[in-house]
């Protein structure tokens, strides 16, 4: 019996296409990993062009203040441990041990990890920045507000939410920033 079916079924094609384009995506992406200067300048200049965008044309005040609170958000879990220290403790004191973040030469050493790794802040922070962008485009999202009161808004929450991150990183004793490898003086050359 012959039939005219053809080889592949449209979704079959579509998904083959999409497929193939995101293989294409991620291997740029993952081509950009080590250019971390390169890839925060263009986050830089997009978040330039959204500011940009939003004084020149006087509008999308909700947009820019959406944008503002999820990049803080994304800030907050950059600057943050992945195992929060404030909570193993509550943990470690039902369980009836004490413990913490080694204060003493002979207690073990454990690195800072990031609950949001740099590379991820980044995709997250242009993938926003690109959203919010192209939402400035759209009439719809331009609500008429009081813009200063939404500037004080978010100011009021920076200052806020940045104070408990410092007081948590100074009572926990850690610092979510490496600044390269250590030099010291002296040594062999």
């Known amino acids: 019996m012959d039939s005219n079916e053809p080889d592949q079924t449209p979704y079959a094609a579509f998904s083959a296409q999409t497929s193939r384009f995101t293989r294409q995506y991620q291997a740029y992406l993952d081509k950009s990993t080590p250019y971390t200067a390169y890839r925060w300048s263009a986050t830089g200049a997009l978040l330039l062009m959204v500011l940009l965008r939003v004084v020149i044309s006087q509008g999308w005040y909700v ?41 003493k030469q002979d207690e073990e ?26 939402c400035t485009w759209f009439e719809v999202f331009d609500i008429p507000v009081f813009w200063p009161v939404l500037v004080m808004y978010w100011l009021i929450l920076f200052a806020l939410t940045m104070r408990r991150q410092i007081q948590h990183m100074i009572k926990y004793r850690y610092v979510p920033f490496s600044f390269g490898k250590a030099r010291y003086s002296g040594a062999a050359k």
């Open 63 to 103: 947009v820019a203040y959406t944008l503002a609170i999820y990049l803080l958000n994304l800030f907050l879990a950059f600057l943050q441990p992945k195992f929060d220290p404030s909570i193993e403790q509550d943990n470690e004191m039902e369980d009836g041990s004490a413990g913490g973040l080694p204060t």
């Open 109 to 134: 050493f454990r690195p800072f990890i990031r609950r949001l790794p740099e590379f991820k802040f980044w995709y997250s922070a242009t993938r926003a920045l690109v959203i919010g962008f192209i």
